[in-house]
């Protein structure tokens, strides 16, 4: 799974191939663990989603990776 670009001013891209055909959720959360966006994406047929990131404040973010309940993946993302 990756992510870019990082760091961002906007929108990221997830480029997920590993999660092709499954339904997973993207959480992006702040350094306090609150859940600022959160994305369900359902039967994944395209190898990359987008996360519109714009509207959150300059700083230090993680996005994460859950499928079946369980956090597969953390990437760190830095806002500027």
Not at 3 to 9: D, E, G, Q
Not at 27 to 45: C, D, R
């Amino acid at each position: 799974i990756n992510v870019y670009p990082n760091p961002t001013k906007g929108s990221v891209i997830i480029n997920a191939l590993a999660l092709n055909g499954l339904n997973y959720s993207v959480e992006v959360k702040n350094v306090l663990g609150q859940t600022l966006i959160s994305k369900t994406i359902k039967n994944a047929s395209e190898h990359f989603e987008t996360i519109d990131m714009s509207t959150l404040s300059k700083g230090v973010y993680f996005i994460n990776f859950i499928y079946d309940n369980k956090q597969l993946a953390t990437k760190k993302i830095i806002v500027e």
